[in-house]
């Protein structure tokens, strides 16, 4: 089945700094999304990218997608602590409009 | 606060007893999702409802699992005979239809002993 993967499983970079993580996926998806997730808590939406498009933000966010490369990135800009995360993306299957898929997740953590 | 509710957020219990977990999604959302997740994993999807009728479940939901949506409204997630492999968090999230936004609840963190 297919599967967002996220690349790198963990990130530590200093506050301020900008932090870069990759999703890849196997099948024709409809969009992609991406989620953070602060420990022991639920998932927070953060972007949903639809196939057609190739790049949105949102504030510090940016994200991009390649469908001809089957992949995405997410680019948080001038990092805080608060964005010390799990930032998972997720994604569909082009034929169907059911459940999403999602990868390992990232691991950031935003050093003081 | 997404406006999906879980509930209880915490439940710890005996190896072999039963379980009960119900989600309250966004009011006008007719899709309600229930998803697994265990430490250092993504969340995996159990199964979905499109409003009352259950549409899809994963080979992870074994016979011991089950799930309803009887109003489409609340959903409720019972695990029967409970082992320490179910300990997880149970994640719930609901969207307006396909191809849209997952709005995700707090979730219930299971302990089995």
């Known amino acids: 089945s297919q599967q967002g993967e996220e690349d790198p499983q963990a990130l530590s970079i200093q506050e301020g700094e900008n932090a870069t993580m990759n999703c890849s996926y196997k099948?024709?998806?409809?969009?992609l999304q991406w989620y953070r997730q602060n420990s022991g808590r639920g998932l927070v939406h953060l972007i949903l990218i639809r196939s057609n498009e190739r790049e949105k933000h949102s504030g510090r966010l940016r994200v991009t997608l390649d469908t001809s490369k089957k992949s995405s990135s997410l680019l948080i800009t001038a990092s805080r602590a608060a964005d010390t995360a799990s930032y998972f993306c997720?994604?569909?299957?082009?034929?169907?409009?059911?459940?999403?898929?999602f990868g390992k997740g990232t691991r950031l953590h935003i050093l003081p | 606060d997404t406006g999906v509710s879980q509930d209880p957020r915490h439940k710890i219990t005996k190896r072999g007893q039963n379980v009960t977990f119900r989600c309250d999604p966004i009011?006008?959302?007719?899709?309600l999702y229930w998803y697994r997740q265990t430490l250092g994993q993504g969340p995996e999807f159990l199964t979905y409802?499109?409003?009352?009728?259950?549409?899809?479940k994963s080979r992870l939901l074994s016979d011991r699992f089950s799930a309803e949506r009887p109003k489409g409204s609340f959903s409720t997630l019972e695990i029967q005979r409970t082992e320490q492999g179910d300990s997880a968090m149970y994640l719930c999230?609901?969207?307006?239809?396909?191809?849209?936004?997952?709005?995700f609840g707090p979730g219930t963190r299971l302990l089995v002993l």
């Open positions: 409802f499109q409003n009352e009728a259950q549409l899809e």
């Open positions: 009011s006008e959302h007719n899709r």
């Open positions: 099948t024709s998806i409809n969009n």
């Open positions: 997720a994604t569909d299957d082009l034929n169907r409009d059911d459940k999403i898929i």
């Open positions: 999230a609901s969207s307006l239809g396909g191809q849209e936004t997952q709005y």
